[in-house]
């Protein structure tokens, strides 16, 4: 069988699999000539690359760099098995979540801002002893949930749905959320994006955090009402490594509302990448070959 994958780094670092054939192709240009069963395409790939998967022949699956899949779906032949990237961006996103509440509970942004002038901020909050709400607790929320319990931290996990959990206790149903809120010091978003969660923290959800609470969106950027953030920018703290729209553009509201840091969602793609992906394919491409089924299929 035969797979193409994005860059010369990523099949390298796949290395040899009997049985297969690891070809590079970016989605520019021609695609190969003969079958190509897998596809990896890259990890910020525009919908039009997607698109491209029609002109392979014999295609049967996608496996994408990235955890979210919104858009892709749809996007591809019928038929063709879309698997995404659960697991590989764990470390780095739970991180990154640390050190954007970490950032804005303590003030480095404003520290920065006033780089040369001593600016006293006493009463920061610490992580010790806050409430955080780590909302989609998925395999990277429970990483980000290892992370935050040895720093003395209260944790509330909430799912889709309610169940028992080994690290957490109880995870709480999305329904509680109403209930929940009000509650919390810290938001940690990491739902996936979908009708469901499209718009999840409106107005009406933001208004219910007690003034000075902290929203972290590490998930997509449409599941955090952007309108409502601008709103609510000062009386609550943001720290966005997703927008919408995103790219952001310059000049955007977002980028000078008050109390609201931004990164341009870097938060997977660190050098703890390459290793995790490589190993993923490494695994789809043994099980092909030995006709069992994928790991991480998110659609048929």
Known sequence: ?????????????????DGAEVVVWNGDGPPPEGEVELWVPHYATR?????????????????????????????????????NATGVHDDATAEHA??????????????????????????RRSLADAHVLVLGY????????????????????????GRDDDLVGRVRGIDDLPELLPE???????????????????????????????????????????????RHAGRLRFALDVTDPEPLPDGHPLWSAHEVLITPHVAGGTTAMLPRIAALVRVQLERMVAGVALVNVVSH
């Open 47 to 83: 919908a039009d690359v997607i698109d491209r998967g029609h002109e392979l022949r014999g295609l049967r699956v996608v496996q994408l760099q990235s955890a979210g899949y919104d858009g892709v779906a749809e996007r591809l032949p019928d038929g063709i098995t879309l698997c």
């Open 1 to 17: 069988m035969r797979a193409a994958v994005a860059t010369e780094e990523l099949a390298d670092a796949i290395g040899p699999v």
């Open 98 to 123: 640390v050190g954007l509440v970490l950032a804005s509970l303590r003030g480095i942004p404003e520290a920065v801002r006033s780089h040369g002038h001593w600016q006293p901020m006493p009463g």
């Open 138 to 161: 998925g395999s990277i929320g429970r990483a980000l949930a290892e992370r935050l319990l040895p720093m003395r931290t209260s944790i509330t996990a909430v799912a889709s749905r």
């Open 184 to 230: 919390q010091d810290v938001v940690v978003v990491l739902v996936p994006l979908s009708d469901a969660t499209r718009g999840l923290l409106d107005d009406d959800a933001l208004s219910l955090l007690p003034d000075g609470a902290l929203v972290v969106n590490v998930a997509r950027g449409p599941v955090l009402d952007t309108g409502a953030v601008l």
